[in-house]
Structures are given as structure tokens and as C-alpha cells.
């Protein structure tokens, strides 16, 4: 049935009004995709993860990391030329607003391809270096490569000539365009086709000759300004010079006479007709010079006083505005001139020098600027509200073993937040930076101020000396700049990586530095050593965090009130807030019985905490012996470390290879031995100490075991030369002599430090000391730590760590007598049919020592066999013999 016309009409709207419709939606789609590609190429940066490159950071591109792909595939191959990829999207996507349809035939599309291709290569021969840090070139690798070819044949220019009528033949293809139409219709617009351009020849003369006019007006207007501004100090410093050339033009006048005296009087008159003789151009300039001169000296002095003072100056006029014209006085006097008798008097030569002087400090301080340490992201305390997140995160690679038990770590609640920090002003940073500058030029210490960085204890001054300054010149001013600064200590030391000397000048108001905000640090977080330390903050004011696994010992002294025992009690905390007791075991030695008592029964604990020398003796060489079990063990599983050790229990508690009982496998943990002081087991039993410490601090790192020595008494009796050597990680804070110093970190320094603290970490594996302000925990912040902890369960000891070998073998000192548990550890190993360590420990419930003693009594008698690495001992067959023989006399006598 054939429709009607209305019908026909009605399906035509509806048609239109969909295409209508789409091309709407197409045109949305093509604006979307070019702003996206638009902020693809704008936000590109060289170190974004890409398709041809791997970044260390997450893209910064604004799209992403498909951004930054994009960007860099389109940058890389065209250039700059990628930019009309979204003009081009633009134009479409308006044709498309416009219910057009987009034809593209073949034509076209070489039209857009010869444009792009034209546009990279033109780009490729502009002079335009690489950018980006040279991640691309401005046309990018095709651009060169068809430059290139070009230039090769046609050299620079031809080659140009060629690709822009390349360009324009793209242009005519891809698009409508057509020069000679644009051309007649700016040419309708502006009148005579013919006139076109020289009329515009005519306007671009014009417009350079009305910029001619206005850059001449501007520049006699700044003239004006700078004599106007130069009137008042000018005049002051014109004085000074009008003097000299006084002087100057007298001297020449009388060598002009000496040197006109052999002339004849017919010569004279010749010269005298056409051109003024030497001698009268000198008197000319010697009247001139004293017309002005005495001009100077009439003026009246309540000008100078009726003048306003200068404005205060600002940081940047401070170090733009000379200092000798800062520290000028009004306009000198009369007498100060003494101008009439022919020479200065002695006021105007103190002048000359103040003035000769200010302008060396000046020079001095010339390239001095305040530099602030900015706390970056990586060194910036979390939020508050953030900070579980953040724990948890740095402890992901143990969430496995945290979910296996209840145990919680301490909440940083428990530690004080640290108060606003209070800075110095730029200007009294500046004026203390000029009063040092003047103090080095007295002793004839010449150079520059670099920069001034101002810390929370000590403010940095980088000096860098002039050549020719010996480096002992610049450190033998400690002592007087001490007196000229009116400090308590000053230390100069050079400064890593740059030609300059630091100057630490302690801060007239010290920050103290509380340990939460090290501890919420991301340098204290993401770390995933159980031993990472919270040292303290740098002179410059960042974090500073150590690890005792890679130190593997360390050596702390200072003299009595320098801060020791609050940095031995920020290295416990800082483990606590890292670790379970099932990670890390605590020794802790502390003849004094003050210091360490607040932890006393911590479950971290493996023995209570010893005040005893002679059983502190006694756990040393337990350790010794706990070391060589350890080396064994590792040698028994194949492993080099604790690590690797504790990685294959691992390994195979997950495939669930037990031990011979069923039992899962325990992990090894860290064992850390704090001496707090190591004077008084010196003095007790100097020699088997030094021989226990020797051992471990030589081998006990692979097994983890690592040692933290205290002392108030640097001395080499105490801090020997056999145990300095094998602790190459020391701290040492402040100490009373140089000697001392040498003692601990084998330099002078610690002697001028501020105490409170303050301390001098040598790192291991090099010889560059590092200023450290240490962080302070008070005693109520550890009983809350310590509360908590005790919340988590009770401490599990090892009695044979101090007990002698007579105690752990259970005999009374006879030697051939028995262990009362032998028959029962016998009976034991052959029901086993295997002898373990391990397995005696558990059933007999005695410690590891004796155990093992037991153990080595059943192989002298012929029991086991001989140990094998970390696999159980094999039950010989007398072992079973002896216990039927055991059991029959038994029987006999129950008969």
C-alpha cells in the first residue's frame, strides 16, 4: 500500500531528527576525545612509565598511565606536529554540531597525512633543541628521518622550501582552503587588491617607528629617574671621589709643566692656534674638579638632616642593595673633607678603610641566601587520621604472621606530639651571616657565604673560601667565633658533595625533638626491618632513621648527662613499635639497675633483665654458644642467613613439612644484647668479655645476633682496640676532651657538641660522620609503651642463658657425674628413635644449654651418633640395649 505524503513527511522528520541525534552524540564523543588527547600531550612528563620506558613512580600524566602512553608514542614519532591531532578532532567534531556529514575520501586522508608528515619535518629543521629533558625531538623520530633525506639532497634550506609547499599541498587536500580565495577576500576588505601589500609594508613601518618614538620616551624617563635617585647618595659618594680627582689633576698639571718646559715658544703658539695644550686641559679639569668639590662643602648640613631615614629593606633589597651603601652616614662634614691642604686627614683615611672594608664583607656576603629545608612528602608526618592505614601498610609483608596471633602493636598515641617549631627570621639569619663574615676577614679568612640553613638545633652557614685558604685556617676560628657569636659550642666540618665548609651555629631557641615525630615518618614506616632505629633529625631537619641489621653492632659512649641513656631507650622503643617478641629477643645488661629497669618483664624479653657482671659474663658466652648452634643450623638447611633461614620455615610450614614430631617449624628471632654499661663487665672480667664480644661482633650477624655496647667512660681500657675495630657503627655524643673523642670515632668533634642529645653517628661503611639531634622519650611515655606491651602476653625465659656451665649440666663440679634427667632424655630419644635439641627442650622443659649438654653426654657414652647439621641424631643401638637392661633391672627388683 503506497503511503501518503504526510506519512513520507512524518518518516523524514523522524530520520532527521536522529540523525540529528547522533551527530550530536559523535560530535560530544570527538570534543571528549579531544581534550583528552589535548591534556595527554600538555601533562606529558619524561618519567612516566610508558610503553618504551619504565619509571620509578606512578604516572603523573593527567590521563594516566594510558595518558602517558599515548603522549609518549605521539610525541616520540611527530613531535610537536601530535598538536594538530586534536585541532584537527575539533573541526570534526563542529561539522558534526553542524549536521554535517564528514566526507573522507581518499584524497583528504593523504591530505591529513601529508600535513602531519610536513608539519614533523619543518619541525625537525627548526632550530628547536630536544625536549623534555630530551625525551623528544620537535618532530619527532619520523620528522628526522625524513628531514634527514632532504637535507642529504637538497641541503638545509631547499629542504624547507620543499616541505612547506608539502604542507600547503596538504592543506588544499584535507580541507576546503584555497589561498587565492583568501587572498581576494582580505583583499575586498582592505580595498585595491594591488594596494594590498605595500599597504601593508606601510603599516608595519609605521608601527616600528611608533615603537621606535616609545622605547626612546621610556628610556629618557628611566634616565631621569636613576639622576634623580642618585642626587642624594651620589652627591655623598661623588665627595670621596671629587678628592681624588683633585689630587689627580694637580699631579698631572705638575707633570704637564715638567714635560712643556722644552718646548719653544714658537711650537706653543702653533699648538696654542689650533688645539689646547696638556697643560690647559689640566687646569681646566683641576678647576672644574674643585668648583665641585667646593660646591659640596658649602651646602648646608640641615639638608642632610631634614631627609627622611631609608625604608626598612626587605630580604631581597638586603642582599641586591650594597652594604657599603646600606651602612653610609649622611653627607659628610667639612672637617672630614680637609680638601684645602692637598691631602685627606686621618678621620677620611679610617673612612677610606671602613669603606675598603665594607665593600670585602660585602663580596663576602654577596651570594648569601637563606635556604629552609622543606619537608617533602617522603619526610611528612602522616595525619592523624591516616595513621593505622599507614602502620598497616608498612607492615603488609607480615600480615600472614600478624593474623596468626593477637598481638598489638603500640599506638603512637602513646608518644607526645611535638610542639609548633619556632624559626628564625631572614634578617637576623642575615645579620649573624654578616657578623661571621667580618670575624673571618679580621684573620685574614677570606670567601664566600653560599647559603644559610637553618636546622632545629644548629643553623648551617655554607662558606666556601676564596683559593689560596687552607681549610685548618677556616677550622682554627672554632674558638674565636665561639667569642664573637657569643655561642656555646661551634663545629666546622666540610660539607658532602659541595667546594664548601660548614659553620653550625647553635640556635639562640633549640627545638627539642620528640621521638612520634620520627616514628610517623614514612623513613621510619616503610621499612620492613624488624630492627629499623629512630635515630633523631639532621642539622638540616629531616628524619633520620638507622638499621641495626646492616650495622650490625653498635658502639654508643658520651660523657655523663649527654643524652646516652635516652638514646639507648629510643633504639628499644623504636624495635617495640616493629616487632613481636616472637621476632626479636631482648638481653638487656644493666649493672646500674636504673636504666633499663622500666622494661622488666616485657614478653621481648628471653632472660630477666641482668645486674649481676658475672652472670652478664656468663650470657655473652651463652651467646657465643647460641651462635654457633645458629651456624650450624644454617648450614644443616643450605642457608647464608637468618633470613634465608626464616624464609624456608616458611616455605615449609606452607607445604606443611613438619618437624619429626608434626609441629610446625619455628622462625629464629633476632636476638639484640644491650650492655648499658660496658665499664663495669670490663672491670669484673675484662678479658672474657672482650673475648665474648670479639666473637660475636666478628660472626653473629648472619644468625642475628647483634650487640649494643653503652658507655659513660670512653677510655681505651673500656672501649678497646680489638672491640672498636670489629664495631665499625658508632654514636658518640658529647664528651670532655678530644681524646675521648678520637676514642670513640677515631676524630675530634664530639668535644663541640651541644649535649641533650646531640650526637655524631659514623655510619657503617664510611668514614663521613653525621650530625644527629637525638629524640627524646621521656619515662611516662615508656610505661605506657611497656603497659601495653605486658597486655600481650608474659615473658617466656631461658634460664640457661645465665647460668654457668656447672648449673646447665646439672652437676655439683665433679665432672663424672650424670645428669639427674639423663635416663629420662634417654628413654626419650630411643621412643623418638631420633635425638633432637629441640625435642628435649619441649618434653623435659629445660633450656636450650642443657639440653645440648645432655645430648653430647649420650655421644661420649656411644648412645647417638654424631650431630648433622640441623637434621636430628641418629638413636644407636646400645640405647636400646642399655634401656632393656634398665627395664629387666627394674623388673628384678619389683620382684
Known amino acids: 500500500m503506497a503511503s501518503t505524503p504526510t506519512e513520507a513527511r512524518g518518516r523524514t522528520a523522524t530520520s532527521a531528527a536522529r540523525n540529528t541525534r547522533r551527530n550530536e552524540i559523535v560530535a560530544i564523543a570527538l570534543l571528549a576525545l579531544s581534550a583528552l588527547l589535548t591534556l595527554c600531550l600538555l601533562s606529558y612528563h619524561p618519567n612516566d612509565p610508558s610503553w618504551n620506558a619504565v619509571g620509578e613512580t606512578d604516572a603523573r600524566n593527567m590521563v594516566g598511565s594510558i595518558g602517558a602512553n599515548v603522549a609518549a608514542a605521539l610525541l616520540q614519532a611527530v613531535g610537536l606536529a601530535a598538536t594538530l591531532l586534536p585541532l584537527l578532532l575539533i573541526a570534526t567534531a563542529w561539522r558534526r554540531f553542524r549536521t554535517r556529514r564528514i566526507h573522507a575520501p581518499l584524497s583528504r586522508i593523504i591530505g591529513l597525512v601529508l600535513l602531519l608528515l610536513a608539519a614533523a619535518s619543518l619541525l625537525a629543521l627548526s632550530p628547536i633543541k630536544p625536549i623534555a629533558d630530551a625525551s623528544f625531538r620537535p618532530g619527532g623520530m619520523i620528522g628526522a628521518v625524513i628531514s634527514g633525506v632532504l637535507v642529504n639532497g637538497l641541503n638545509t634550506i631547499g629542504a624547507g622550501v620543499l616541505l612547506v609547499a608539502l604542507a600547503a599541498t596538504g592543506v588544499l587536500f584535507a580541507t576546503n582552503f584555497s589561498f587565492a580565495l583568501a587572498y581576494e577576500r582580505i583583499a575586498a576588505r582592505l580595498g585595491d587588491p594591488s594596494a594590498l601589500l605595500p599597504m601593508l609594508v606601510k603599516r608595519f613601518n609605521d608601527w616600528r617607528a611608533k615603537r621606535r618614538e616609545h622605547a626612546l620616551v621610556r628610556a629618557e624617563r628611566e634616565q631621569e629617574l636613576l639622576k634623580a635617585n642618585q642626587s642624594a647618595a651620589g652627591d655623598e659618594l661623588h665627595s670621596d671621589g671629587l678628592r681624588s680627582r683633585v689630587m689627580l689633576a694637580r699631579r698631572e698639571s705638575a707633570q704637564a709643566k715638567e714635560g712643556a718646559?722644552?718646548?719653544?715658544?714658537?711650537?706653543?703658539?702653533?699648538?696654542?692656534?689650533?688645539?689646547?695644550?696638556?697643560?690647559?686641559?689640566?687646569?681646566?679639569?683641576?678647576?672644574?674638579?674643585?668648583?665641585?668639590?667646593?660646591?659640596?662643602?658649602?651646602?648646608?648640613?640641615?639638608?642632610?638632616?631634614?631627609?627622611?631615614?631609608?625604608?626598612?629593606?626587605?630580604?631581597?633589597?638586603?642582599?641586591?642593595?650594597?652594604?657599603?651603601?646600606?651602612?653610609?652616614?649622611?653627607?659628610?662634614?667639612?672637617?672630614?673633607?680637609?680638601?684645602?691642604?692637598?691631602?685627606?686627614?686621618?678621620?677620611?683615611?679610617?673612612?677610606?678603610?671602613?669603606?675598603k672594608t665594607d665593600a670585602e664583607i660585602e663580596e663576602m656576603m654577596r651570594t648569601a641566601a637563606v635556604v629552609r629545608t622543606d619537608i617533602d612528602e617522603d619526610e611528612a608526618s602522616i595525619e592523624p587520621a591516616a595513621r593505622p592505614a599507614e602502620i598497616a601498610a608498612a607492615r603488609r609483608a607480615e600480615k600472614l604472621a600478624a593474623a596468626m596471633s593477637n598481638y598489638k602493636f603500640p599506638n603512637v598515641e602513646f608518644l607526645r606530639p611535638a610542639p609548633p617549631r619556632h624559626e628564625q627570621a631572614d634578617e637576623e639569619l642575615l645579620g649573624l651571616a654578616t657578623h661571621l663574615a667580618e670575624k673571618c676577614k679580621e684573620f685574614n679568612v677570606t670567601g664566600q657565604i653560599k647559603h644559610i640553613c637553618p636546622g632545629p638545633v644548629v643553623t648551617t652557614y655554607e662558606f666556601k673560601p676564596d683559593p689560596g685558604v687552607k681549610y685548618s685556617r677556616v677550622t682554627g676560628l672554632v674558638d674565636d667565633l665561639c667569642l664573637a657569636l657569643k655561642a656555646e659550642s661551634i663545629r666546622i666540618d666540610r660539607v658532602p658533595g659541595k667546594p664548601h665548609v660548614g659553620i653550625e651555629v647553635p640556635n639562640p631557641h633549640r627545638e627539642t625533638i620528640h621521638l612520634r615525630e620520627v616514628i610517623e615518618s614514612t623513613k621510619f614506616i616503610e621499612p620492613t626491618s624488624k630492627l629499623t632505629i629512630a635515630l633523631g633529625?639532621?642539622?638540616?631537619?629531616?628524619?633520620?632513621?638507622?638499621?641495626?641489621?646492616?650495622?650490625?653492632?653498635?658502639?654508643?659512649?658520651?660523657?655523663?648527662?649527654?643524652?646516652?641513656?635516652?638514646?639507648?631507650?629510643?633504639?628499644?622503643?623504636?624495635?617495640?613499635?616493629?616487632?613481636?617478641?616472637?621476632?626479636?629477643?631482648?638481653?638487656?645488661?644493666?649493672?646500674?639497675?636504673?636504666?633499663?629497669?622500666?622494661?622488666?618483664?616485657?614478653?621481648?624479653?628471653?632472660?630477666?633483665?641482668?645486674?649481676?657482671?658475672?652472670?652478664?659474663?656468663?650470657?655473652?658466652?651463652?651467646?657465643?654458644?647460641?651462635?654457633?648452634?645458629?651456624?650450624?643450623?644454617?648450614?644443616?638447611?643450605?642457608?647464608?642467613?637468618?633470613?634465608?633461614?626464616?624464609?624456608?620455615?616458611?616455605?615449609?610450614?606452607?607445604?606443611?613439612?613438619?618437624?619429626?614430631?608434626?609441629?610446625?617449624?619455628?622462625?629464629?628471632?633476632?636476638?639484640?644484647?644491650?650492655?648499658?654499661?660496658?665499664?663495669?663487665?670490663?672491670?669484673?672480667?675484662?678479658?672474657?668479655?672482650?673475648?665474648?664480644?670479639?666473637?660475636?661482633?666478628?660472626?653473629?650477624?648472619?644468625?642475628?645476633?647483634?650487640?649494643?655496647?653503652?658507655?659513660?667512660?670512653?677510655?681505651?681500657?673500656?672501649?678497646?682496640?680489638?672491640?672498636?675495630?670489629?664495631?665499625?657503627?658508632?654514636?658518640?655524643?658529647?664528651?670532655?676532651?678530644?681524646?675521648?673523642?678520637?676514642?670513640?670515632?677515631?676524630?675530634?668533634?664530639?668535644?663541640?657538641?651541644?649535649?641533650?642529645?646531640?650526637?655524631?653517628?659514623?655510619?657503617?661503611?664510611?668514614?663521613?660522620?653525621?650530625?644527629?639531634?637525638?629524640?627524646?622519650?621521656?619515662?611516662?611515655?615508656?610505661?605506657?609503651?611497656?603497659?601495653?606491651?605486658?597486655?600481650?602476653?608474659?615473658?617466656?625465659?631461658?634460664?640457661?642463658?645465665?647460668?654457668?656451665?656447672e648449673e646447665v649440666s646439672g652437676t655439683n663440679g665433679t665432672g663424672g657425674e650424670r645428669d639427674e634427667l639423663f635416663e629420662q632424655a634417654l628413654r626419650i630419644c630411643v621412643e623418638m628413635k631420633r635425638a633432637s635439641t629441640s625435642v628435649l627442650q619441649r618434653r623435659l622443659r629445660v633450656g636450650y644449654g642443657r639440653a645440648a649438654a645432655i645430648l653430647d653426654a649420650m655421644e661420649r657414652d656411644g648412645f647417638i651418633g654424631q650431630a648433622d647439621g640441623a637434621r636430628p641424631r641418629p638413636v644407636l643401638g646400645r640405647a636400646y640395649e642399655t634401656i632393656d637392661h634398665w627395664d629387666n633391672l627394674q623388673n628384678d627388683a619389683g620382684a
Not at 282 to 302: C, D, F, N, T
Not at 726 to 734: C, E, I, L
Open 261 to 355: 718646559a722644552g718646548v719653544t715658544a714658537i711650537r706653543r703658539a702653533a699648538v696654542a692656534g689650533s688645539n689646547p695644550s696638556p697643560e690647559a686641559e689640566v687646569r681646566a679639569k683641576l678647576a672644574q674638579a674643585e668648583a665641585e668639590l667646593a660646591s659640596i662643602v658649602a651646602r648646608p648640613s640641615s639638608n642632610s638632616i631634614a631627609e627622611p631615614p631609608p625604608p626598612a629593606l626587605t630580604l631581597v633589597e638586603r642582599e641586591r642593595t650594597p652594604l657599603a651603601k646600606r651602612t653610609l652616614n649622611a653627607v659628610p662634614t667639612p672637617a672630614a673633607m680637609s680638601s684645602a691642604a692637598g691631602r685627606p686627614s686621618s678621620d677620611a683615611k679610617d673612612k677610606d678603610t671602613k669603606g
Open 537 to 805: 633529625k639532621t642539622i638540616d631537619g629531616l628524619n633520620y632513621v638507622a638499621d641495626l641489621a646492616k650495622m650490625p653492632h653498635l658502639l654508643i659512649a658520651g660523657a655523663t648527662g649527654a643524652g646516652k641513656s635516652v638514646g639507648v631507650n629510643t633504639l628499644i622503643v623504636s624495635i617495640l613499635y616493629k616487632a613481636r617478641p616472637d621476632e626479636v629477643k631482648f638481653i638487656m645488661v644493666d649493672p646500674k639497675r636504673l636504666e633499663l629497669g622500666l622494661y622488666a618483664d616485657i614478653p621481648h624479653l628471653a632472660t630477666p633483665i641482668i645486674t649481676d657482671p658475672k652472670r652478664a659474663t656468663q650470657s655473652l658466652k651463652w651467646a657465643v654458644g647460641e651462635m654457633e648452634k645458629r651456624y650450624k643450623d644454617l648450614a644443616g638447611w643450605g642457608v647464608r642467613n637468618i633470613d634465608g633461614y626464616n624464609t624456608e620455615i616458611t616455605r615449609r610450614n606452607a607445604v606443611e613439612e613438619f618437624d619429626e614430631e608434626g609441629r610446625p617449624w619455628k622462625p629464629l628471632p633476632y636476638i639484640v644484647i644491650i650492655i648499658d654499661e660496658l665499664a663495669d663487665l670490663m672491670m669484673v672480667s675484662g678479658h672474657e668479655v672482650e673475648e665474648s664480644i670479639t666473637r660475636l661482633a666478628q660472626m653473629a650477624r648472619a644468625v642475628g645476633i647483634h650487640l649494643v655496647l653503652a658507655t659513660q667512660r670512653p677510655s681505651v681500657d673500656v672501649i678497646t682496640g680489638l672491640i672498636k675495630a670489629n664495631f665499625p657503627s658508632r654514636v658518640a655524643y658529647r664528651v670532655s676532651s678530644k681524646v675521648d673523642s678520637r676514642t670513640i670515632i677515631d676524630s675530634n668533634g664530639a668535644e663541640q657538641l651541644l649535649g641533650r642529645g646531640d650526637m655524631l653517628f659514623l655510619p657503617p661503611g664510611t668514614s663521613r660522620l653525621v650530625r644527629v639531634h637525638g629524640a627524646y622519650v621521656d619515662e611516662e611515655e615508656i610505661n605506657k609503651i611497656v603497659k601495653h606491651v605486658k597486655e600481650q602476653g608474659e615473658p617466656t625465659y631461658d634460664e640457661s642463658i645465665t647460668q654457668s656451665e
